[in-house]
């Protein structure tokens, strides 16, 4: 087994920067890849099995499924996930392919390990290289001879688009362009469906959801020096139907004041600091934002029920 990590992680002065950023902003709100250090990795692998959440086990059936027919469309080239968490989605893709190379991308550098390890035990054949970063700010992947030359595929899934606002999402599109040197793109996709059903799905049962969002505070209080009462947030999910995205953020229980970094920072009762976005595309929103972006829909795959869904995308010129 080959595993090879380049290390791009962002510095703990720009770890400062963002959360000050964010604070200041109204309303508040932290970029969602703060959520994965490595305990938020397991506990979003974790909302992935709770029965509320079938986002994950229908795209994964989806790709099981389709292997074949969408390899054939990718056409021979590296595949390149871009945030691959526990990378349970890639392996029939990888298979299909019959790649020699994986390029794995994702911000928290234990779950990358972790996450590359275990697929390159199930591929052998395959080398793994990870590169641990915010794929959100990456200007191009970091030179390696074993891409020198090699088509790029490109691979998005779980509907992580939808943590972007629309004209962010374009730019992360374009961005995406550029990184794999106008290879295809395949982009998993969410659609809209019952309100009450998606706020289930972000706010389950078990409450593994605000385990996640509220990891992000003890994240905080650990590397910037906070002083946050995690039990004077609670986490709440909202849909907003007007942009088509489920909200989640954690919501002050009285008035505070907190520490980070050396700054103090005050919370009214009831204000919001939001954690993430999940934006749902129906099939005319996601042609709409590849058109922006320079990309066209060259194909389409999805479940029965028509919920999730694979974009091959190309550049449309």
């Known amino acids: 087994m080959n595993v090879e990590l ?23 709100q932290l970029p969602a890849w703060l959520l994965y250090d490595s305990e938020g990795s397991r506990l979003f692998a ?22 074949d027919a969408i390899s054939a469309a990718l056409g021979p080239g590296v595949m390149v996930e871009f945030g691959i968490g526990n990378a349970h989605k890639v392996s029939p893709l990888l298979k299909a392919l019959k790649s020699d190379l994986f390029v794995g991308l994702d911000i928290s550098r234990t779950a990358l390990r972790d996450a590359l390890e275990g697929l390159g035990r199930e591929h052998p054949q395959t080398t793994m290289l990870g590169i641990c970063c915010d794929h959100s700010q990456l200007a191009d992947l970091p030179p390696h001879p074993l891409l020198d030359g090699r088509r790029r595929i490109g691979f998005f899934p779980g509907s992580s688009l939808g943590n972007f606002s629309w004209d962010n999402a374009v730019a992360l599109l374009q961005r995406f362009r550029r990184l794999l040197n106008n290879g295809p793109l395949l982009l998993g996709l ?27 505070l003890t994240r905080l209080n650990r590397e910037l020096q906070g002083d946050i009462d995690v039990d004077r947030f609670h ?28 700054q103090l920072w005050q919370f009214e009762p009831d204000e919001a600091w939001i954690t993430e976005h999940s934006v749902k595309y129906s099939p005319a929103a996601a042609e709409e ?26 550049p449309a010129d």
């Open 190 to 216: 969410d659609q809209p469906r019952s309100p009450a059903l998606l706020e289930a799905a972000y706010d389950d049962a078990a409450g593994v959801s605000a385990a996640f969002a509220q990891n992000l």
């Open 46 to 67: 974790s909302i992935c099995e709770q029965p509320e959440y079938s986002l994950t086990r229908t795209e994964i059936a989806l790709l099981n499924h389709q292997a």
């Open 235 to 262: 986490y709440r999910a909202r849909w907003q139907s007007s942009q088509s995205r489920i909200e989640m953020a954690l919501v002050s229980d009285s008035p505070q004041t907190i520490t980070l970094a050396g």
């Open 6 to 28: 380049i290390d791009l992680h962002p510095a703990t002065a720009d770890l400062e920067q963002v959360v000050r950023e964010g604070l200041t902003a109204m309303p508040r």
């Open 289 to 314: 934002l590849a058109k922006q972006a320079g990309w066209r829909i060259q194909q389409r795959w999805h479940d029965d029920n028509d919920q999730v869904s694979l974009h091959l995308l190309l």
